[in-house]
């Protein structure tokens, strides 16, 4: 996940978007209503399909898995897994549910929300409570939903209801739900286009200077942990000829190998973020200038609610997005950015015990959130 400098709003409307290399894998759901034994089908990338009967109402449940693990890219869902290779009795058999990931525990959850959500069970505004409740219990880290997008899920849920209820006997709905490579591109695309990120970069200073303001607050030769660090160039760079001790994550193997030719001296790994093995040492100061809204939404809540574990007592975090909640693709990978929005992020936050003690916004239109950790 290479550092990006957000685009304009007219950048966004004005650039297509671009192809990604090859063809997107993905899992076919056809629905079927056929009287009182109403059919769910899936055919996997692989041409293998399997079926069952989900019986004469209204595929209530199987539609807000689709709308819950499409919205927050759950790869290991409901159908995440039935694209994987289980079957529809595996992911009924109590002793396969045990040995699952938290994500298909995740997935269930927010469904069975939504559906309550749907039925009028619970408003928008007890829809957060709800499912931080099912968290708690699960053990599974809080995941904070905005209420734009709980709005967008209620909205999406209730037009494929509808879709399906218009079916007339014997005829489908389809839906094609994305599928993760094997092996998946934990740089997101950015290896692909990592010649051209490096040249757009080489030739733009922007954050700069914001980010040497942040800088000047931190001790004389503190330590810093860039996230999404890229070739390093410009922001790293403008830190190490500073006197910081500059510690970089970059999740693309070819921005690791060009950080490395131009800063041989400075750490850095070739990793995700947001399992990152440096959250076990301790800085006094966490970067993430670009990264963040990059991620779904849930690799989000992950990896803002480590960032205390890398932070020294008084130590800051500075980290760019959008103070609205927005999607839009980016302008080089053509991959969804989301911005979860400045509440989300300082409830997050807040809850992994960080104050918001400033914003910024740079020459390039980018927003910056300033978090402390306190001494005490």
Avoid at 17 to 35: C, F, P
Avoid at 174 to 186: I, N, Q, R, S, W
Avoid at 314 to 319: D, K, Q, S, V, Y
Wanted: include cysteine.
């Amino acid at each position: 996940m290479a550092s990006t400098i957000l685009p304009t709003q007219k950048e966004r409307s004005a650039r297509p978007r671009r192809a990604e290399s090859g063809v997107k894998k993905m899992l076919r759901i056809r629905m079927t209503r056929n009287g009182h034994r109403n059919g769910l089908a899936c055919v996997r990338p692989d041409g293998t399909s399997l079926f069952t009967d989900i019986g004469p109402g209204l595929p209530h449940h199987d539609l807000a898995h689709y709308v819950v693990e499409h919205r927050f890219g759950l790869k290991e869902g409901f159908f995440g897994n039935i694209a994987r290779g289980y079957t529809f009795a595996q992911l009924s058999d109590k002793e396969v549910i045990k040995r699952l990931g938290p994500e298909s525990m995740v997935a269930e959850i927010l469904a069975r929300a939504l559906q309550s959500l749907s039925s009028g069970a619970c408003g928008r505004e007890q829809f957060e409570e709800l499912v931080g409740a099912e968290f708690e219990q699960w053990g599974i880290p809080r995941l904070v939903v905005p209420p734009a997008t709980t709005d967008d899920m209620a909205e999406e849920f209730r037009s494929l209801l509808q879709r399906f209820a218009a079916l007339a006997d014997r005829e489908s709905m389809t839906l094609d739900f994305d599928v993760e490579d094997e092996p998946a591109d934990v740089a997101n695309g950015w290896d692909a286009i990592a010649e051209e990120f490096i040249a757009r970069r080489d030739k733009s200073r922007i954050g700069v200077v914001t980010l040497r303001r942040w800088a000047a607050s931190l001790p004389a030769g503190a330590s810093v942990l860039d996230l999404g660090c890229g070739s390093g160039t410009p922001l790293s760079a403008a830190l190490m000829e500073d006197g910081f001790d500059l510690w970089g994550v970059e999740a693309s193997p070819r921005l690791v190998a060009e950080f490395q030719k131009r800063f041989s001296r400075a750490h850095i790994a070739c990793e995700e973020a947001e399992s990152s093995g440096f959250f076990g040492h301790k800085f006094d100061g966490v970067i993430a200038i670009g990264l963040v809204f990059l991620l779904s939404p849930a690799a989000q809540t992950q990896l803002l609610r480590r960032i205390p574990a890398a932070l020294k007592p008084g130590a800051r975090f500075l980290f760019t997005a959008p103070m609205q909640v927005v999607t839009w693709p980016d302008i080089l990978t053509g991959r969804e950015s989301r911005s979860l929005g400045k509440d989300a992020y300082a409830a997050i936050l807040a809850d992994a015990g960080l104050s918001l003690s400033g914003e910024y916004t740079d020459e390039g239109g980018n927003h910056y959130y300033d978090f402390l950790l306190p001494s005490g």
